[in-house]
T-cell receptor
Framework: GAVVSQHPSWVICKSGTSVKIECRSLDFQATTMFWYRQFPKQSLMLMAT?????????EQGVEKDKFLINHASLTLSTLTVTSAHPEDSSFYICSAGAREIGTDTQYFGPGTRLTVL | KNEVEQSPQNLTAQEGEFITINCSYS?????LHWLQQHPGGGIVSLFMLSSGKKKHGRLIATINIQEKHSSLHITASHPRDSAVYIC???????????FGTGTRLQVFP
């Protein structure tokens, strides 16, 4: 099946720094990528949807200046948490979809655990 | 009320038992996903359904569109099946998934 990778798998940073998380589709071209965050023992919460070459669409309550999303190519999307604070500590997961593999199918990355000290 | 409800929230089973996890939803959907999340956090897509029934190994997923209900069954459960199982629906006209809160399954030897 299709593979989606995320890098890094975990990161610890100091408060005030920015952190970039990469999401790559390894064997297909992802026309749409989704970014989620998950707090402990809670379900996934959609943060934003990005389509290649266009601006991301953010969900209500998600600060677009805080969480910068770039979908520069059909295989790569990045999420940058700017000026991270301890409350941004969470598990961030991306998923990718493509019309060629079926518009209803999403493949999930393994996630990135962010800890802000 | 959540648009996607799962039951039970927690489930404990003895190895070999037959397990059923239920998912009910209140919106019109184009597809329903069953996902598995292991303690490390990674998510695996188990099934995508729009009608009927699908089987993969010891896993069976069914959906009843009229009743807006889906079930995930695990036959001959094993400790390695211990994980959180998440139901997610894609509502009509959107690419977004709406997630249930998950069912935490523990299978003991």
């Amino acid at each position: 099946g299709a593979v989606v990778s995320q890098h890094p798998s975990w990161v610890i940073c100091k408060s005030g720094t920015s952190v970039k998380i990469e999401c790559r589709s390894l064997d297909f071209q992802a026309t749409t990528m989704f970014w989620y965050r998950q707090f402990p023992k809670q379900s996934l919460m959609l943060m934003a949807t990005s389509n290649e070459g266009s601006k991301a669409t953010y969900e209500q309550g998600v600060e677009k200046d805080k969480f910068l999303i770039n979908h520069a190519s059909l295989t790569l999307s990045t999420l940058t948490v700017t000026s991270a604070h301890p409350e941004d500590s969470s598990f961030y997961i991306c998923s990718a979809g493509a019309r060629e593999i079926g518009t209803d199918t999403q493949y999930f990355g393994p996630g990135t655990r962010l800890t802000v000290l | 009320k959540n648009e996607v409800e799962q039951s039970p929230q927690n489930l404990t089973a003895q190895e070999g038992e037959f397990i059923t996890i239920n998912c009910s939803y209140s919106v019109g959907i184009s597809a329903l996903h069953w996902l598995q999340q292991h303690p490390g956090g990674g998510i695996v897509s188990l099934f995508m359904l729009s009608s009927g029934k699908k089987k993969h190994g010891r896993l069976i997923a069914t959906i009843n569109i009229q009743e807006k209900h889906s079930s995930l069954h695990i036959t001959a459960s094993h400790p390695r099946d211990s994980a959180v199982y998440i139901c997610a629906v894609r509502s009509v006209g959107t690419d977004k998934l709406i997630f249930g809160t998950g069912t935490r399954l523990q299978v003991f030897p």
